[in-house]
C-alpha cells in the first residue's frame, strides 16, 4: 500500500507545480501587456482572469504589472543654434550665405512649440592694416587691431495651431574697454535685435521694432559689418587734398534701409512678410520715428523726422537664388523756422535729404561644392538746405557691381574670393570746372576657413583696396590710396 500512496502524492506534487507555473505566466503576461484601453501604468481588472483565493503554492511570488514610461514635458527652454535653423538649401554649410543672419527671409525660430529659445555669436579679429596714399602731401597710416563682439539672443514664442506670437532681444557686449571716449561710437554694452513679431507659419507675419532688413547684396567670406576691410582705402581723419573734402565711396547693396536703424531714440522699423509659395517670398519694410524728440540728435544737426520704405521679393529654388529690392526714404526737420518780421510768423521748413536705390543679386548654390553669385545696385542721395538749394558735396549717385565664391576644399575647410567696384559723383563743381567731385573704389579678398570640433569658426582672410580720388578743382591733383589687410577670425555660434 505503500508504494501507491507514494505514487499519488508525487502526481499531486506535479500537479501543483505545473498549476503554479501557468499562474505565473498568466500574471506576468497580464502585467506587461496592459490592455490599450487602461490608462498608463494602470491594469484592466475586467480583463483579468479571475484569481484565485489562495494561492497554489507557498513558495510563488506574484509579479507586478510593469508600468508604461511616461513621456517627459517639452522642454520649455531651447537651444536654438545655427543648424536648428529651418529652410532649404541655405547654401555651403559652414560658408557665408549659409552664415547670413536673415536666412534668406525664412522665419525662425519655435515653429513647433511654446518656450524660450537660446542662442548666441562671439567672434574676436586680430589683424593688421596699412594704408599707403599716393601723394606726397598725405601721410601713409599702419594699425594694428583687435576687434571683438559678443551678442546673447533670447527669443519667447507662444504657438498654437500654427499661429504664433514672438519677441527677440539681443544683448551685445563689445572689446572695446577705453576709459577715454574712444569708444562711444561703439558703445561697451548695446542692444541689436528688439522686436515682436506675429503671424502664421510659412504663410504670413508682422514684425515691429528694431531688426535687419532682408540682404539683396552679398559679400562672401569676408568683409562683414564693423571691420576695417570693409570701410577701404578711406581718409580716416587724414586731411584730404580736395576743398570741399570727400571720402572714399562705401559700398552701396540696398543699404540705406538694410541696417538696424542707429538714427537716434525714436526711429524703428515695421515689416510685413508674405509667403505664397515655398519658393517665393516676399518683404515690405516701413521705417518711421524722430532721432530726437527732445533735443538735437547727438549727430549733430536739428532734430529730424523719418519715412521709409523697402520692398523686396526672393525667388528661392534653393540651389538658385534671385532677390530684387528697391527703398527710399525722406528725411525732414521736426521744428518749424521762425521768420523775422513784425510780427514773426512760423514757416514750414523746406531743408530735407531724399535717399533711394534699386538692386538685384543673382546666386547659385551647388552643394556640398561650390556656392557664388554676383550683385549690382544704384542709390543717390539729395541733399537740400533751409533755403531749399541743393548742398552739391552731399548730392550723389553711388554705384556698385560685385561677385563672391566659396567653395569646400575638404570636410572642414572652405576657401572664398570676392571683388567689388564702387563709384561715386557728386553734383559739386568748383569755379571755373565742368567736372564734378568723382571717386572709385575696388575691394576684393581672399579667405581661408576651418571648422574646428564642429563649433568654432577659424577664418584667415587678405584684402585689398584702391581708392581714387578726382576733385573738381582742377588746380588739385587726383591721388589713390591703397589699403592691405590681413586678420584672423574666431567664430563660436551657440
Known amino acids: ?189 548695446t542692444t541689436d535685435d528688439l522686436f515682436i513679431r506675429i503671424g502664421r507659419w510659412n504663410s504670413w507675419d508682422l514684425k515691429v521694432g528694431r531688426f535687419e532688413a532682408w540682404e539683396i547684396y552679398h559679400l562672401g567670406m569676408a568683409m562683414e559689418p564693423y571691420t576695417l576691410e570693409r570701410l577701404g582705402a578711406g581718409m580716416f581723419g587724414v586731411s584730404s587734398l580736395a576743398d ?61 523726422n523719418y519715412l521709409g520704405a523697402r520692398p523686396v521679393a526672393i525667388l528661392d529654388t534653393g540651389w538658385l537664388k534671385l532677390k530684387i529690392g528697391a527703398e527710399y526714404q525722406k528725411i525732414t526737420p521736426t521744428t518749424q523756422n521762425i521768420q523775422p518780421g513784425t510780427p514773426p510768423t512760423k514757416v514750414d521748413p523746406v531743408a530735407e535729404r531724399k535717399q533711394k536705390g534699386v538692386g538685384a543679386t543673382l546666386q547659385f548654390v551647388i552643394d556640398p561644392i561650390i556656392e557664388f553669385g554676383v550683385s549690382a545696385a544704384i542709390g543717390t542721395q539729395k541733399d537740400q538746405n533751409a533755403f531749399a538749394q541743393t548742398v552739391p558735396q552731399n548730392s550723389f549717385t553711388t554705384t556698385s557691381v560685385g561677385g563672391f565664391v566659396d567653395f569646400r576644399l575638404a570636410d572642414a575647410w572652405l576657401a572664398g574670393l570676392g571683388v567689388n567696384w564702387t563709384v561715386q559723383t557728386d553734383t559739386y563743381v568748383a569755379a571755373g570746372s565742368t567736372d564734378n567731385n568723382f571717386g572709385s573704389q575696388l575691394q576684393g579678398f581672399v579667405a581661408l576657413q576651418y571648422l574646428l570640433a564642429g563649433q568654432l569658426f577659424i577664418k584667415g582672410d587678405v584684402a585689398y583696396a584702391r581708392a581714387y580720388f578726382q576733385p573738381s578743382d582742377p588746380a588739385t591733383p587726383s591721388w589713390y590710396n591703397n589699403m592691405y589687410t590681413g586678420r584672423v577670425r574666431l567664430l563660436y555660434l551657440y
Open 1 to 189: 500500500m505503500g508504494t501507491p500512496s507514494f505514487a499519488r502524492r508525487a502526481r499531486l506534487a506535479l500537479f501543483s507545480g505545473v498549476a503554479a507555473t501557468l499562474l505565473l505566466s498568466t500574471s506576468a503576461a497580464a502585467g506587461a501587456e496592459p490592455d490599450e484601453a487602461s490608462p498608463s501604468g494602470e491594469e484592466d481588472v475586467d480583463s483579468q482572469p479571475e484569481r484565485p483565493a489562495a494561492k497554489a503554492a507557498p513558495t510563488v511570488t506574484e509579479v507586478p504589472a510593469v508600468p508604461v514610461p511616461v513621456q517627459p514635458p517639452l522642454a520649455i527652454i531651447e537651444h536654438m543654434g545655427p543648424e536648428t535653423y529651418p529652410g532649404r538649401l541655405r547654401g555651403l554649410y559652414g560658408g557665408s550665405m549659409w552664415l547670413e543672419p536673415d536666412f534668406q527671409g525664412l522665419q525662425w525660430p519655435q515653429n513647433s512649440r511654446t518656450g524660450l529659445g537660446l542662442s548666441a555669436s562671439f567672434w574676436l579679429d586680430n589683424g593688421y592694416e596699412a594704408i599707403k596714399r599716393q601723394s606726397d602731401q598725405l601721410p601713409n597710416t599702419t594699425m594694428y587691431f583687435q576687434q571683438g563682439r559678443g551678442v546673447l539672443r533670447a527669443t519667447p514664442a507662444y504657438v498654437h495651431d500654427g499661429f504664433f506670437i514672438q519677441g527677440q532681444v539681443e544683448l551685445v557686449g563689445n572689446v572695446c574697454q577705453a576709459a577715454n571716449s574712444v569708444c562711444l561710437n561703439t558703445g561697451t554694452f
Open 244 to 304: 570741399p573734402a570727400f571720402e572714399a565711396p562705401s559700398l552701396y547693396g540696398v543699404t540705406y534701409l538694410h541696417d538696424r536703424p542707429t538714427d537716434g531714440l525714436g526711429v524703428g522699423y515695421a515689416a510685413v512678410h508674405l509667403y505664397p509659395t515655398d519658393f517665393l517670398r516676399f518683404e515690405l519694410l516701413g521705417k518711421l520715428g524722430t532721432d530726437n524728440f527732445r533735443a538735437d540728435n547727438s549727430t549733430g544737426g536739428t532734430p529730424s
